[in-house]
């Protein structure tokens, strides 16, 4: 018996497997990859490989692209995606010992690149408006279809599975629907989205095909949209010059969202612009431009002032870059009239790649600013930095401002930049600085240098306070592991959402409670037992000065309760625990539950 359909499928996938062999393998990588992460003990090392693999997907298929424009038979075709696979193993060295805020930022600012090289390498040197625009167009449409097909295969197999547990009392582990999740989004959708890209890039230039969907989602929904938004920041506009005040900060936020809303939307209706119906278009495309270069004057003032006053950091960065190419962009479009549409991606992508790298780019310049606005805090505080040695005692007592400032930019250094930054910072020697990557607590031994006990600072909006406890563990298996004898170990979890374990034949289900912290433990419809974990946090975080918090304990707080036939221990390695009650729905802590039977 032949099955046509299932023959085709395979063909396609086939052919997609053969012009895209490096975008294919990297989703088999990130889909191990992210197994790996699901599973018990999940490794570093797993996440990074994640992440580079991730940004593989764009780069490799646009490489691939470039390759058939450039050499459409023979190797020299390869090239290309030969010299991308070099490139994402430069990002995994980068993330490899990276923090984490720092590897994300890094992931998104690489992300945005890649995905403009798949949007316009095929076109950089070569076709017309035309084909270029239509090329976006069906990887837009394609990739719209395959997030489709993803999560309809995922809610038809996940309900089979739960169906499979249910009805026929087969155990399914809830890893099983994650690993689903996993192939489906990253091996699955890839695979499927591959299998629709254009062939056959030099016959676009002469489609002229404009979906209707797509032409009254851009022309009467968008465009509407962003005139009602770009009249409120022209009101906004008249409201600063007329009262002369200071912009709010943000404004350079929804005016930078609004230019790149409102040039998205002209690049939607592009095609439109060429009929004889449609002139409208090109006045409104010349009309908006004009209008946002006083509106984009404004949110480069905004970021330049929040810039002076806290110095750069990558999100003021980012806006400030942002900012300045949508106002050379709209003053280009509004004195030039010009048509080009490619002009505006390509532009964004060598701005874009020229921010990652060099003593110019959005992390040595952040870092930079942020150092430089440290070591004034310090002059102006007398706490004078000797070489290699350390910070003497202010001479005159700080003030609370400039203390809480210099906890921030501190903050900033090990969040983004990693706790041998806040070392050499405070002037530990850079031999010795590298011991202080292995700590928790680098922002409280940076103030300790300078004299100062964090409990002094105060507590910020942004400083829950807290206490933890880093044990140095690479991390054990999340799933139950036999201790001998009768107890269990379930290893680095979350302990403030619900969550249920098995024991044996049972299931228990932990119930967290946010506003006193206790953890109420089920088995079924009885209540066995109930963790105090909020009366084991707050003597720590209320105790005598200097003992408050945030602070590092030795060993992590242990819980115990009974309950049943159960013996429950919680040990609780890291948390952040707001006294405030209005602030208890930000509780977390993380940590293990051993269950055992006396």
């Known amino acids: 018996m032949r099955f046509p359909a299932i023959q085709r499928t395979a063909l396609l996938a086939t052919q997609a497997a053969r012009r895209f062999p490096t975008v294919i393998l ?4 990130a889909t191990w990859a992210a197994v790996v992460l699901i599973g018990p003990g999940g490794q570093p090392t797993a996440e990074n490989v994640l992440l580079a693999s991730m940004l593989g997907f764009p780069l ?34 980068l993330a490899q010992g990276a923090p984490g805020d720092q590897r994300a930022a890094r992931f998104m600012a690489w992300g945005l690149t890649f995905h403009l090289v798949a949007a316009t390498g095929p076109f950089l040197a070569v076709g017309t408006g035309r084909g270029f625009w239509q090329y976006n167009r069906l990887l837009l449409q394609r990739f719209l279809l395959a997030a489709i097909y993803s999560a309809v295969l995922f809610v038809g197999l996940a309900l089979a599975l739960a169906a499979i547990d249910r009805l026929l009392g087969v155990d399914i582990d809830n890893d099983t629907y994650l690993h689903l999740f996993a192939v489906l989004t990253l091996l699955f959708n890839t695979w499927f989205f591959l299998g ?21 989602f851009a022309q009467y929904l968008l465009v509407p949209l962003v005139t009602v938004y770009l009249a409120i920041v022209i009101l906004y506009l008249g409201r600063v010059v007329v009262t002369r005040s200071w912009p709010s900060g943000w404004i350079g936020y929804l005016v930078s969202g609004l230019a790149v809303t409102g040039t998205l939307a002209l690049l939607l209706v592009h095609p439109v612009r060429e009929r004889p119906t449609e002139r409208w278009v090109n006045q409104y495309a010349r009309w908006y431009f004009v209008v946002m270069i006083p509106a984009l004057v404004m949110a480069l003032l905004a970021v330049g002032q929040r810039i002076g006053q806290y110095g750069v950091t990558e999100p003021r960065y980012t806006l400030a870059v942002l900012a300045g190419w949508l106002l050379l962009i709209s003053a280009y479009f509004a004195v030039t009239r010009s048509r080009s549409i490619k002009l505006i991606p ?24 942020q150092e430089g606005r440290l070591h004034e805090l310090f002059s102006r505080n007398g706490m004078i930095t000797a070489e290699g040695g350390p910070i003497r005692p202010p001479v005159a007592e700080a003030t609370v401002e400039d203390l809480r400032e210099i906890r921030a930019v501190l903050r900033y250094l090990e969040r983004k930049h990693g706790a041998r930054r806040v070392a050499v910072a405070v002037g530990v020697p850079p031999d010795s600085a590298a011991a202080w990557a292995g700590h928790g607590d680098a922002v409280s031994r940076g103030l300790g240098r300078i004299g100062v006990a964090e409990f002094e600072v105060g507590t910020t909006a ?38 249920r374990l098995r024991f044996g034949t049972d299931t228990l289900r932990f119930q967290p409670t946010m ?60 948390m952040q625990w707001p006294l405030q009650p209005g602030d208890s729905l930000s509780r977390t802590a993380t940590g293990s539950v051993v269950v055992s039977v006396p």
């Not at 490489?63 to 459409?72: F, S, Y």
């Not at 023979?74 to 990002?91: D, K, S, Y």
């Not at 066995?528 to 707080?557: I, Q, Y």
């Open 26 to 29: 990297a989703a088999l990588i």
């Open 60 to 93: 490799l298929a646009g490489l691939t692209l470039v390759g058939e424009r450039l050499a459409p038979a023979g190797w020299p075709r390869r090239l290309p995606p030969i010299l991308g696979l070099g490139l994402l193993a430069l990002f995994l060295g």
């Open 196 to 216: 629709g890209v254009p062939k056959d890039l030099r016959q676009l230039d002469h489609r002229d095909d404009f979906p209707v969907g797509l032409r009254v």
């Open 346 to 369: 390509v532009s964004l992508l060598v701005v874009s790649a020229l921010s990652l790298f060099g003593p110019w780019g959005m992390f040595a310049t952040s870092r930079r600013s």
């Open 462 to 499: 942004d400083a829950p306070m807290g206490t933890f406890h880093r044990s140095g563990d690479d991390g054990s298996p999340s799933a139950g592991v036999d201790l001998g004898g009768n107890g269990r170990l379930y290893a680095d979890r979350p302990l403030l959402v619900p969550f």
């Open 515 to 574: 506003s006193t912290g206790s953890i109420a433990i089920w088995q079924a419809d009885s209540l066995l037992a109930t963790v105090p974990l909020g009366d084991a946090m707050f003597p720590l975080l209320t105790g005598p000065e200097p003992a408050r918090p945030p602070t590092s304990h030795p060993e992590p707080v242990l819980v115990e309760a009974r309950g049943g036939r159960y013996r429950f221990q919680i040990l609780v390695n890291w």
